[in-house]
C-alpha cells in the first residue's frame, strides 16, 4: 500500500506543471467571466399574511377552521399572483420596468412555510433597487386586487422589502465561483495526469523491468547529463593540446 500511494506522488510530481498550468488557467478565465462578463443577480423580498376573512370579524375570527381554510387559500394565491391580472397591475406602476408580463413572472417566486399563513415573494433582477421596487409593487397590488378576485379581504403586508446600501448579490460570489474552478480544474487534471501515465508504456527504471519483464536487473547504467558530457569533451580537448604542446618541444 505505502509503495503504491509513493507511485501516485511520483506521478503527481512528474506531471505537476501541467496540474498546475490547468488550474491556474482555469481559474484565470474563471475570474475574468465572473468579474467582467456575468452580472451580478439580486434578491429582494416581501411578506405577506393571510389571517382574516373580512374586516369586521378581526381576531374572533382566528379559529382553527379560519387558519386551515386560509391555509389551503395560500395554494390558489400563489397561482393567482403570476396571472397576468396581477402582473399588468404592477406594470402599469412601474412605467420603467421594460417586460411583458409574463417575463415578469418569470422572475418572482412565491412560497409558503409549511403549516402557516404567511406567502413570501421573492423577486430576482440585475438591479437591486428594482428588485426591491418590483416586490414591494406585487405585494401591494397583490393585496388591492385579491378582494375584487376571491371577494375576500384577508390579505395583509406582514414586511415590505428595503433598501440596502451594500446589497450582496445571491448569485455566486467570484471569489467562490473561482475557488469551485481551481477545485475542479484540479480534479481533472490529476486525472489527465494519471491518464498520461497510463498510455506512457516505456520502461524507466529497473523496477519496471523486474515488474513488467519478469527478469533481474544485472546493472544500472546512470543518467548521463549533456553538461557532463560537454565538461568532458572540453577537458579531453585541453589534454590533446598540453600533448601536442609536449611534443612539439
Known sequence: ???????????????IWIILSIVLLSSICTGIMSYYFIQPVYTASAALVVNKTSENQGLQSLDYSNVATNIMLINTYKEIIKTPAIMDKVLEKLPDVNVTSEILSKKIKVSTVNATQIMTIVVDDYSYSQAVKIVNTIAQVFKEQISNIMKVDNVSIL???????????????????????????????????????????????????????????????????????????VSQQRMVGDGSYVSAK
Open 1 to 15: 500500500m505505502e509503495i503504491e500511494l509513493k507511485e501516485y506522488f511520483k506521478v503527481i510530481k512528474k506531471r
Open 159 to 233: 414586511n415590505e422589502a428595503k433598501e440596502q446600501l451594500n446589497p450582496q448579490p445571491t448569485s455566486l460570489n467570484p471569489k467562490i465561483n473561482i475557488a469551485i474552478s481551481a477545485i475542479v480544474a484540479l480534479t481533472l487534471s490529476i486525472g489527465i495526469a494519471f491518464f498520461l501515465e497510463f498510455l506512457d508504456d516505456s520502461i524507466k527504471t529497473e523496477r519496471d523491468v523486474e515488474k513488467y519483464l519478469g527478469i533481474p536487473t544485472l546493472g544500472v547504467i546512470t543518467k548521463i547529463k549533456s553538461r557532463d558530457i560537454k565538461s568532458k569533451s
